[in-house]
């Protein structure tokens, strides 16, 4: 790979490491409780659109399989970086799933055109290898998202359950304080049936 691909690639924060016969993508973790804005996120896309036409452009220079090799990594690129664009804006597991997702396929395309230099039984490995990496990617994606909704819903009904039992012992409370009330007659009871009323949110 030429040293302005790798500058380029280095300068949007992607970073290439290799790994056997597939080039890996590094990804970015969305999981902030911050969401993108959505002007950034329509900035960060219009980026991605602008690095793909160099790093695209880049690749002219080059033939055979080496361009394959090289515009399958503009693409992958462009992919992933739109991708972890949108998974920082809609910032739900899904979306991070999808970004994953995205790495993995952006892996294997590369991987995938990198097999293409080899012949016979090696290249069929290289590409069973390649396929078994997408595989494994897309699954564990899969696997952190159902987790992180497993994780969202007991949140939830945690929160649910809490508020309900809340507003129980409030209102146990409350008849406690009005059976209070019984004990007193005329204006002193007519005080403490409001007092109560205020104190535990009845009206």
Partial sequence: ??????????TAGLGIAGTGSAQTYAAKN????????????????KDADAQYKIDKDACSSLNGNA???????????????KAN??????????AREN????????????????CDDLAGNPKDVCVKEAKAVLVKGKADAKVDRVVA???KEAATKQADAS??????????NYKVAIEKCDALAGA??????????AQYGKT
């Fill in 30 to 45: 969305n999981s902030s409780s911050t969401p993108m804005t959505k002007d950034n996120y329509a900035m960060a896309k």
């Fill in 1 to 10: 790979m030429s040293k302005l691909m790798i500058a380029l690639f280095v």
């Fill in 149 to 151: 909704d497993t994780r």
């Fill in 67 to 81: 361009k394959d090799i090289c515009v399958a990594e503009a693409k992958g690129k462009d992919s992933v970086a």
């Fill in 163 to 172: 508020k309900e039992a809340s507003a129980d012992k409030r209102d146990a």
């Fill in 99 to 114: 970004a994953r997702v995205a790495l993995a396929q952006a892996n294997y395309d590369v991987a995938a055109e990198k």
């Fill in 188 to 197: 002193a009871k007519d005080a403490c049936v409001s007092n109560a009323k």
């Fill in 85 to 94: 664009a949108q998974a920082a804006y809609e910032n739900t597991p899904k």
